[in-house]
């Protein structure tokens, strides 16, 4: 099945700094998706993003629809340890199946 | 409010058998979709139903069926097992049907890991 091309594959970042994180699709999505996954557990939905140049915050998450719809990124500020996690961005198609990204593994070092 | 429900949490079966997963949705949402997620990727789509009609099929072989119950819980099944099935298998849930509403996402329960030995 199609995946999402995510960047990058993982950090390494100190607690406090900033991180930016961004997803690429070679076909047109009309929704775009964060989620956050802990070992174990189901996908936690962090901010979705329903139109082209919109630009959504979710406390420190901020995350951006790119305007020729097939891209989005996310940035995360003053990181804590609690970010901890592996980063999902998902795409729901114009044939409205729901498409998901490689991952990017977050650590962050205290 | 509860959040989406699977069972069981755990599963072990071997090759050659069967097994059936459940999916309670939250509370007013009507679609239910199945996700595939071998461990270090994404999740894959599987199926999505709504109004107890399937609404969309992934890339996979026939030996996974879905159905959804007129109390929209879900069950996915999977016949003749193979050791590549291993994997969590994960449900979410959403309002509609992605397209019907323009705000339309999707709600992860905390998935089905099965080990197929």
């Known amino acids: 099945g199609q995946q999402l091309n995510q960047s990058p594959q993982s950090m390494f970042i100190q607690e406090g700094e900033d991180v930016s994180m961004n997803c690429t699709s070679s076909s047109i999505f009309n929704t775009w998706l964060w989620y956050k996954q802990d070992p174990g557990e189901g996908p936690v939905l962090l901010i979705a993003?329903?139109?082209?140049?919109e630009l959504t915050s979710n406390g420190r998450l901020t995350a951006q629809f790119g305007i020729t719809r097939k891209d989005s990124f996310l940035n995360i500020s003053a990181s804590i340890p609690s970010d901890v996690g592996i980063y999902f961005c998902?795409?729901?198609?114009?044939?409205?199946?729901?498409?998901f990204g490689t991952g990017t593994s977050l650590t962050v070092i205290p | 409010d509860a959040g989406v429900t699977q069972s069981p949490t755990h599963l072990i079966k071997t090759r050659g058998q069967q097994v059936t997963l459940r999916c309670s949705p939250i509370s007013g949402h009507k679609s239910v979709s199945w996700y595939q997620q071998v461990l270090g990727q994404g999740p894959q789509f599987i199926f999505q139903y709504y109004e107890k009609e399937e609404r969309g099929r992934g890339n996979f072989p026939d030996r996974f069926s879905a159905r959804q119950f007129p109390n929209y819980s879900s069950e996915l099944n999977v016949n003749a097992l193979l050791l590549g099935d291993s994997a969590l298998y994960l449900c979410?849930?959403?309002?509609?049907?992605?397209?019907?509403?323009?705000?339309?996402?999707?709600?992860f329960g905390p998935g089905t890991r099965l080990t197929v030995l």
């Open positions: 979410a849930s959403s309002l509609a049907w992605p397209g019907k509403t323009s705000t339309d996402t999707q709600y």
């Open positions: 998902a795409g729901r198609s114009t044939g409205n199946q729901f498409y």
């Open positions: 993003l329903y139109k082209a140049g």
